[in-house]
């Protein structure tokens, strides 16, 4: 069992920026995959950020360029940093892991980005 707690959201205005982590119960260098989805009300989930083992983040278009997915392996902890951050970036984030047996999810935290 993964548990993934998630921090950082708030409100910023357009233009600011803010930094999410995801914090693991157990050490991330052993799963498959981790990423970051995010969900606008009245929204599918979407994709936002994914990192395979120890590869290079993969990123969605609307994001590419303003948004950072990065790890610390010492701390069990995944960031998201998000720079340049638009009204429509606004969303419930959810941080994910991937395992080989099973997929983990975190409680979600809010960013709202105000005009």
């Known amino acids: 069992q993964v548990q993934l707690v998630e921090s950082g959201g708030g409100l910023v205005q357009a233009g600011g920026s803010l930094r999410l982590s995801c914090a693991a119960s157990?050490?991330?260098?052993?799963?498959?995959?981790m990423a970051w989805y995010r969900q606008a009300p009245g929204k599918q989930r979407e994709f936002v950020a994914r990192?395979?083992?120890?590869?290079?983040?993969v990123y969605a278009d609307s994001v590419k360029g303003r948004f950072t997915m990065s790890r610390d392996n010492a701390k069990n902890t995944m960031f998201l940093q998000m720079n340049s951050l638009k009204p429509e970036d606004t969303a419930v984030y959810y941080c994910?892991?991937?395992?080989?047996?099973?997929?983990?999810w975190g409680q979600g935290t809010q960013v709202t980005v105000s005009s």
């Open positions: 990192i395979i083992a120890l590869g290079t983040p």
């Open positions: 157990g050490s991330i260098i052993s799963y498959k995959a």
């Open positions: 994910k892991v991937e395992t080989w047996v099973l997929d983990y």
